[in-house]
């Protein structure tokens, strides 16, 4: 079974400053989908960016960039510029081919954004 | 268009009563997935549904759960007899095909709380 890792439960960063969130995933496949979603207080699961296994170019979306490795199963956000929106729950999530949008969530890292 | 639709945002049960969570998919999407978020947890897959079929139930608990997305109508999460251990928020999303490079949409979610 596919299995999402988020090993950061908390992180921390200056309005402005960049951060980088870690995700490390396992599954058997060559061909699957990640994603980052975010989830700020209101609970709306909010998609962030999204990378297709097959595709060697890292996903970028504005100040949202990933840094995909898939020989070693990783999956990082990185977000630059960062903004007091940002704030929020941000989960890493994997979808394997041929299952429909069933999704595997880590377990989450909260960001705080200091002003 | 609509986003997900859920209903109730909040419910409140006393233990051993139903509960009965609606989700109305977004429209053109025929695809349904049931999600629940434990507090300080991430989502964990229950059960997926296409029009009047279940595609794949393996997150659902063996009893008490049941889940429907009737030909006409939203999809319906239910629980029976519930327990303090069922409060949790249950999330629906949609998507309209389950091939490709589609993507899920979440619903803003339905806090069960067991009293």
């Known amino acids: 079974a596919q299995t999402v890792t988020q090993s950061q439960p908390e992180m921390s960063v200056q309005e402005a400053e960049t951060v980088t969130l870690s995700c490390t995933y396992d599954?058997?496949?060559?061909?699957?989908?990640l994603f980052w979603y975010k989830q700020p207080p209101s609970r709306q699961m909010i998609l962030v960016i999204r990378?297709?296994?097959?595709?060697?170019q890292n996903a970028t979306e504005n100040r949202f960039s990933v840094n995909f490795q898939k020989a070693a199963k990783s999956f990082s956000l990185k977000i630059s510029d960062s903004q007091l929106g940002d704030a929020a729950m941000y989960f890493c999530?994997?979808?394997?081919?041929?299952?429909?949008?069933?999704?595997?969530f880590g377990a989450g890292t909260i960001l705080r954004v200091k002003s | 268009n609509a986003g997900v639709m859920q209903n109730p945002r909040h419910l409140v049960r006393r233990r051993g009563q139903e509960a009965r969570l609606r989700c109305s998919p977004m429209?053109?999407?025929?695809?349904v997935y049931w999600y629940r978020q434990l507090p300080e947890e991430g989502l964990k897959f229950m059960v997926y549904?296409?029009?009047?079929?279940?595609?794949?139930e393996s997150g659902m608990p063996k009893e008490r759960f049941s889940a429907e997305f009737p030909k006409e109508g939203p999809s319906i999460l239910r629980i029976q007899q519930v327990v303090r251990g069922d409060s949790a928020a249950y999330f629906c999303a949609s998507s309209p095909a389950s091939r490709g490079n589609t993507e899920a949409f979440f619903g803003q979610g339905t806090r069960l709380t067991v009293v």
């Open positions: 599954t058997s496949e060559s061909d699957y989908y």
């Open positions: 990378q297709e296994a097959y595709k060697q």
């Open positions: 999530a994997y979808r394997r081919p041929g299952g429909g949008n069933k999704l595997v």
């Open positions: 549904l296409q029009k009047e079929n279940i595609i794949d």
């Open positions: 429209k053109g999407h025929s695809h």
